[in-house]
C-alpha cells in the first residue's frame, strides 16, 4: 500500500484516523476531506468507527475511482479500486457525492459511506468566514471578499478583509455555503446561479482558493 499522509481532525472530537496516500489524485483529497468534515461536524463518528472493510468510489462521468478501507478506527483512501471490494457506489462528484447508480455489494456498507460522504454545509456565513481564513495568503487574493447571499426573505451581506481591492459573490444561500465549504465545485457553480463581480486575474487567484478549501491543498 502506497505510503500515507494522515488529515488531523481537532482533538476536542474523538473522530477516526482518516489518511490518504502522498501524491493523492484529486478525487482522493475530496474523498478525504469530505469524510475529515463529516467527521468533525460529528453526523459521522460511529459510521466510520463501526464499517469495516472496502468500499469502491466511481465517479460517474469520468474514469476517476478512490477505494476507501475501514480497519478499526482508521479509514483510508487511496486511488483506483481493488478487483472485488466489499462494495462499490457509483456518484456525482460535481453533486455532492450524490449516488447515481444502485450501490453493488454490501448494501450497509455502502449506505454507510454514502451518509459519510454527505456531510450537512454549515451556514454560509460561516462557511465563508472559514474560506477567508483559509485562503487569505494566497498570492493576488483580493484585499476584500464581498458575499451577498440571496435568502427567501432577501439578500444577506458579509464583507471579510480590508483594502483597495474586492472580489463579490452573490447566490443562493446554500450555494454560497457549498462552494466556501468545499462541497462544490467553483466553476461549475457558475452555471449553477453563482454570480461573481472581479477581474479576469481575480476569477483564476478565486479559483485557485477555491481549490485549495476543496481538495485540501
Do not use: C
Not at 449516488?99 to 454507510?112: F, H, K, M, S
Amino acid at each position: 500500500m502506497a505510503a500515507t499522509t494522515t488529515i488531523t481532525a481537532p482533538m476536542r472530537q474523538a473522530v477516526p484516523h482518516i489518511a490518504i496516500e502522498d501524491d493523492a489524485t484529486p478525487m482522493v483529497r475530496l474523498v478525504g476531506r469530505t469524510l475529515r468534515d463529516a467527521a468533525i461536524a460529528g453526523n459521522a463518528v460511529e459510521v466510520l468507527d463501526r464499517a469495516s472493510g472496502t468500499v469502491a468510489v466511481r465517479s460517474h462521468d469520468t474514469p476517476q475511482t478512490a477505494t476507501i478501507t475501514f480497519l478499526g478506527g482508521t479509514v483510508e483512501v487511496v486511488a483506483g479500486a481493488p478487483a472485488e471490494p466489499d462494495a462499490t457506489v457509483v456518484v456525482d462528484l460535481n453533486a455532492r457525492f450524490a449516488a447515481t447508480q444502485e450501490p453493488r455489494g454490501d448494501g450497509v456498507l455502502a449506505a454507510d459511506v454514502l451518509r459519510s460522504l454527505t456531510p450537512p454545509v454549515p451556514h454560509w456565513r460561516d462557511a465563508a468566514a472559514r474560506f477567508w481564513e483559509a485562503t487569505r495568503q494566497i498570492p493576488g487574493i483580493p484585499d476584500v471578499l464581498d458575499v451577498h447571499a440571496v435568502v427567501p426573505d432577501g439578500v444577506e451581506r458579509a464583507r471579510f478583509g480590508e483594502g483597495a481591492t474586492s472580489y463579490g459573490i452573490t447566490g443562493p444561500a446554500d450555494l454560497l455555503a457549498g462552494v466556501f465549504s468545499g462541497a462544490d465545485d467553483f466553476l461549475v457553480s457558475l452555471s449553477a446561479g453563482l454570480q461573481v463581480q472581479g477581474t479576469l486575474s481575480q476569477l483564476s487567484v478565486m479559483t485557485a482558493a477555491s481549490w485549495k478549501v476543496r481538495f485540501d491543498v
